[in-house]
């Protein structure tokens, strides 16, 4: 045991190589597919680059077992989320809450491709403004 | 003897890398032509102590010197002798060594390079880089020496790591920083440009193949990297939008806008200020990179042994370099003006949205990955960012780029006219559509949605940059590398897209517990788990497992999925099965021993997953032909000419 | 303004960031609990010493404790175990020792042999204690003052000089009413 876990540990300092096959086959497919889903979401706090799905480490497997209880009796992917955070803080989750503090990274890609696009729009409007004045002359071959 | 040698020639390094900084630097705005001739004694010297001492670091790995610290950390007795070079890199000194070494090669190929072009403007090329190499050989010495001996010397040494221990990874970052210094010399490029006033369109002509080949290299490299992961890391994925993959990707979509813009600056001197600016961003993100990964800010997979004094120095080297060139940037941009027009539907307007998209996309993954750090920063609290953000954010701006690639390409330069191109790009979208509905229908049957839009992007892509070579052909028109190059790559951006969305769709999945004898059902094949026998490495021991593959009865493959244990550090490492057949993988990994016979075992069937890494490759090929066009090296002959001065570029 | 001056803005905000980020990366495996400042959850575990006996945390209200959560498989527990004992002795602070996921048998060959400072020894073999504590690795001390509320967590191994300013001091400079 002693051995193992140092094992386990030791993996994780090197560089979170090991990775743990999480074998739990829930009764109901689609139950399944959320405890698979919601497991790959959750960060594992000890190998702290792998969700606990991948995680060789007891602590995951624990919270894995969690998971899939909380599934089992009922509970929301939500609620089960709310129940990590409140332990672990959003750290552990992989996908950010949307929340007042997280609102500018949520509205980040939205808003530079929004930007991006009125600023490329004004520019060719420009630029075409400046064509239609201009003749024909320059030698322009077809290769980029 | 040998590491003190390489030590006495980093140092001389760093005083020629100063001379060469200098001298490159301070001739020109100084006006000495004079000094100008000791330019290329100082780059040529700078770059054989180099070699130096990278050769001696090389040579205490090979000859088991376990009183360098560095050697002894990172080798062993056991360790065979292509690890042991690969070892040179296998950690954070060694690698930045390696970096320092290929900038003096990619700087002794431009010191050839611009040995054609104006002799004052390739002296400033020659001295940014010079003090790019001084900042990092600084940076070694100063934090980072890996020639420090050990009193007493040990033994035996601790061994490579065991991941490092494999061909694609001892070749991955080699590539990968040739890619990341490659934008050194555009950065160059750009600076001395800016210095000289040389505004016009001609510096981006004679930069544009250095740029693709970089461009090039770095592809090769993440895609390395990513291959590796698959195989290796044994959970199957091969992109996890780690942070410090994301510091490697970030300058290349910023390289890729670089490249298109480039043709556009060189083509009608548009986008001018635009170009230099990537150029900066480009080489910024390389060392971003360089930060992020050596600095300890991010919880990483790959990062080195954090040490905040490295992350101050490099943040230092940072704000100077950079901070330097955007000053140089927001004082001398303003003075590029072009009244070159274009119509909406021209090329220059296809390459401009596409800018955009990339700058987006990069700008995204870099708010992303700096979100826990910003957020920490602000006071905001702790969080992490994981593929879930990642991935649907990434496709925002990606879907709309591969179809205006798709019909871009077929655009005229400067009027907006598709004319009797316009047809086929339609038929090709027709086309494209009807392959996507039969393969999400026909072939894969299910899930429609996102893959049907991304199958159909793909394809139209892949068919719509093949009409115009094949136009050209049956012309019998001629082919220039730009244009083989090209469509290679735009091709390959089209199989990516394919491939990537069948792993991502259709893979198909199970973890299961297996005792000797039983059989799972994974996805139309049969895997029949016969146990596990003992291995024995050169410098690990194990076991593999037996697993019999069968489709419908029939044979397909035996995979033997194994288990290793370095006994140096004692780690245990996966070394997945993968047969790869035409159109998919198998991957077997095993996990961990049950008991009673029992073992867990990763069963993954993935579609196309081979076409991801073809097309990296395809896409890197299609950067190095294009690189190689004769266009190129006439541009450089004829450079000596004053620059035929574009029109509307008043510099 | 010159809009070409804004990359170099955007830049140096950058590099305050990193700058920050830099300055705190040496604390960066450490993530803060939420549960500071909250209710330190009820359990009710058996007893290491005496499986009969079972442990509730309510039965500590009213007095200041400490929860030091321990495993004989966690390597700096070992090293943290001396500084127990002898803040057991020293001190008027009682230590609850959390032992999480682990044989019964280490454990209590452990104590044997290594002397016990704690008051009570809940086993949690299960680690469902634990993760309701948030718990990512061994050791961890929190610290519960006499309404029951986590005023403190510390990650990672104790020293006495630790003890003394995040755990004691916190406690008797309250507890002392002229302070």
């Known amino acids: ?144 | 003897m040998l590491p003190e040698l390489g030590q006495f020639a980093l140092i001389l390094a760093l005083l020629l890398a100063a001379l060469q900084a200098f001298f490159g630097l301070a001739a020109p705005a100084l006006g000495r032509d004079r000094w100008l001739a000791a330019v290329m004694p100082a780059t040529a010297g700078q770059a054989v102590m180099v070699g130096t001492a990278f050769a001696c670091l090389v040579a205490s790995f090979v000859r088991f010197d376990f009183s360098v610290a560095y050697v002894a950390e990172n080798s062993n007795s056991a360790l065979p002798l292509a690890y042991r070079v690969a070892a040179v890199w296998g950690a954070h000194e060694g690698s930045l060594l390696l970096w320092i070494t290929l900038l003096a090669v990619w700087t002794v190929a431009v010191a050839f390079g611009v040995a054609r072009l104006p002799a004052r403007f390739g002296a400033r090329v020659l001295g940014v880089l010079g003090l790019v190499s001084f900042g990092f050989i600084l940076f070694t010495l100063a934090t980072s020496n890996p020639f420090l001996r050990l009193d007493p010397p040990v033994p035996d040494g601790r061994d490579l790591n065991p991941l490092l221990q494999d061909p694609a990874l001892a070749l991955h970052p080699p590539l990968l920083y040739t890619g990341y210094v490659g934008f050194a010399v555009a950065f160059a490029f750009a600076i001395a440009a800016m210095l000289e006033g040389r505004l016009d369109q001609t510096w981006a002509k004679w930069t544009r193949p250095w740029t693709l080949a970089a461009w090039a290299f770095l592809t090769c490299g993440i895609a390395l990297g990513s291959w590796w992961a698959y195989y290796e890391l044994g959970w199957g994925g091969y992109w996890f939008w780690d942070p410090v993959e994301n510091a490697s990707f970030m300058p290349w979509l910023i390289g890729t806008a670089l490249i298109h813009s480039l043709a556009v600056t060189d083509k009608r001197g548009l986008f001018k200020s635009w170009t230099l600016l990537l150029a900066i961003i480009a080489f910024s993100l390389s060392l971003l990179g360089t930060f992020l990964v050596r600095s300890g800010v991010l919880v990483s997979v790959h990062s080195f042994a954090a040490d905040p004094a490295r992350g101050v120095f490099i943040l230092a080297f940072l704000v100077i370099m950079i901070g330097g060139a955007l000053s140089l940037y927001a004082w001398r941009a303003p003075l590029l003006r072009s009244n070159a027009g274009f119509e909406f539907a021209s090329r220059e307007s296809f390459l401009l949205f596409n800018n955009i998209l990339l700058v987006i996309a990069a700008a995204t993954v870099f708010g992303g990955t700096l979100a826990p750090l910003i957020s920490d920063t602000l006071g905001l609290g702790t969080l992490s960012v994981g593929p879930q953000y990642f991935n649907p954010t990434f496709l925002l701006p990606m879907l709309p780029l591969i179809a205006l690639v798709a019909i871009g390409m077929h655009a005229n330069w400067k009027r907006g006219r598709l004319g009797e191109r316009g047809r086929p790009v339609i038929v090709a979208g027709l086309m494209a559509l009807a392959i996507a509905i039969a393969l999400v229908f026909g072939y894969y049957a299910g899930r429609p949605g996102l893959a049907l839009v991304s199958f159909a992007l793909g394809a139209w892509l892949v068919l719509s940059s093949l009409f115009d070579p094949l136009d050209r052909l049956r012309r019998g028109l001629s082919m220039p590398r730009a244009i083989i190059g090209m469509t290679l790559a735009h091709v390959a951006v089209g199989v990516f897209v394919i491939a990537v969305t069948a792993v991502e769709t259709y893979t198909v999945e199970q973890d299961i517990a297996m005792a000797r004898g039983e059989t799972a059902h994974v996805g139309g094949f049969d895997f029949r788990f016969d146990g596990v026998d003992a291995i024995d490495g050169p410098n690990y021991d194990g076991v593999h497992g037996v697993v019999q593959v069968t489709r419908d009865g029939t044979p397909v493959v035996t995979m033997h999925p194994e288990k290793r244990r370095y006994l140096v550090q004692q780690s245990v490492m996966t070394e997945a099965a993968i047969a790869s057949q035409a159109g998919r993988d198998l991957f077997v990994a095993l996990g961990e021993d049950l008991g009673a016979g029992r073992w867990s075992l990763r069963i993954q069937i993935r579609p196309l997953i081979n076409y991801v890494w073809l097309a990296a490759a395809l896409m890197a090929l299609g950067g190095a032909i294009a690189a190689s066009d004769r266009r190129y090296r006439h541009a450089r002959a004829a450079a000596a000419v004053p620059a035929n001065a574009g029109q509307g570029s008043t510099a | 303004m010159n809009r070409f001056l804004l990359p170099l803005a955007a830049f140096l905000l950058l590099a305050i960031v990193l700058g920050i980020g830099v300055r705190h990366s040496k604390t960066k495996g450490i993530i803060a609990s939420p549960l500071v400042g909250r209710a330190a959850p009820d359990f009710v575990l058996p007893d290491l010493l005496d499986p009969a006996v079972k442990f509730a945390s309510g039965s500590m209200k009213g007095r200041w404790y400490a929860l030091n959560v321990w495993g004989t498989w966690c390597v700096e527990c070992r090293a943290e175990h001396s500084v127990l004992v002898a803040a057991r002795e020293a001190g008027p602070l009682p230590l609850v020792g959390l032992n999480w996921k682990d044989s019964d048998e280490d454990a209590r060959a452990w104590l044997a042999q290594l002397g016990n400072p704690y008051v009570a020894v809940p086993v949690d073999a299960e680690g469902r204690v634990a993760i309701d504590y948030g718990v990512y690795g061994a050791p961890e001390t929190f610290l519960v003052d006499p309404r029951g509320v986590i005023v403190h967590k510390h990650i990672g191994p104790l020293t006495t000089d630790i003890w003394q300013r995040e755990f004691v001091l916190r406690a008797t400079g309250t507890a002392e009413p002229g302070r």
């Open chain 1, 1 to 144: 045991m002693i051995a193992r876990v140092l094992a386990w540990l030791l993996a994780c300092l090197v560089a979170g190589a090991a990775f743990g096959i999480d074998t739990t086959q829930l009764p109901d497919p689609r139950l399944q597919a959320r405890y698979e889903a919601l497991t790959h979401e959750l960060r594992c706090m000890q190998c702290q680059n792998q969700s606990i799905a991948d995680s060789p480490v007891g602590l995951a497997a624990d919270l894995r077992r969690e998971v899939a209880e909380q599934l089992t009796a009922g509970r929301t992917d939500q609620e089960v989320r709310d129940y990590m955070a409140a332990r672990y803080g959003d750290f552990i989750l992989f996908r950010p809450r949307v929340s007042a503090r997280t609102a500018w990274l949520w509205a980040l890609p939205g808003v530079l491709l929004v930007g991006g696009v009125v600023v490329a729009w004004r520019i060719v409007r420009r630029r075409s403004a400046l064509a239609a004045s201009q003749p024909d002359t320059d030698d322009l071959g077809e290769d980029s």
